[in-house]
Structure formats: structure tokens, C-alpha cells
């Protein structure tokens, strides 16, 4: 069974880059990663990619990623 999926893909819209205004960002740690796609599928805004990179200038920080990382193999840290 082939499953189909919706995705959205970040583009420039009104609001510009989105990610300025972030807080916190996510941080994958790829050898903890169990490459379940949960970050790349539950994520609102599409900034994760399919090869688990994110795409920082439109993450907006929310934490969905993280908290969705059954391996707890992304961490958000503080912007700096």
C-alpha cells in the first residue's frame, strides 16, 4: 500500500524570512536519529527536509519536531 502525503514547501511570502524572530531552534543530532521522518512529516511550516537538514530561515522555532523525536534526537536550543 502506497501511502500519499501532503507537504508544504517554505517559500517567501508577505512575512518574508520567518525565521528572524525565532527564540529557539532545533539542533538534529544525527546519531541519535532513528530516521522515522516524524520531524520531517508532523513539521507545520516544511523546513525539515526529507534528508533531516532544516532550513533556518523559516523555521519558526515551535518545538513540534522535538517534541514528535520518539529517539529525543532533536534538541532546541536557545538563539543566540
Not at 530561515?57 to 529525543?72: D, R
Request: net charge positive.
Amino acid at each position: 500500500m502506497k501511502v500519499k502525503m501532503a507537504i508544504s514547501y517554505p517559500t517567501v511570502g508577505a512575512s518574508g524570512r520567518t525565521g528572524d524572530w525565532r527564540v529557539f531552534r532545533p539542533v538534529i543530532n544525527q546519531k541519535l536519529c532513528i530516521h522515522c521522518y516524524n520531524c520531517y512529516v508532523f513539521c507545520p511550516e516544511g523546513t525539515i527536509s526529507p534528508e533531516l537538514g532544516v532550513d533556518y530561515e523559516y523555521c519558526k522555532g515551535c518545538g513540534i519536531c522535538a517534541n514528535e523525536c520518539p529517539s529525543k534526537a532533536i534538541r532546541m536550543v536557545k538563539e543566540e
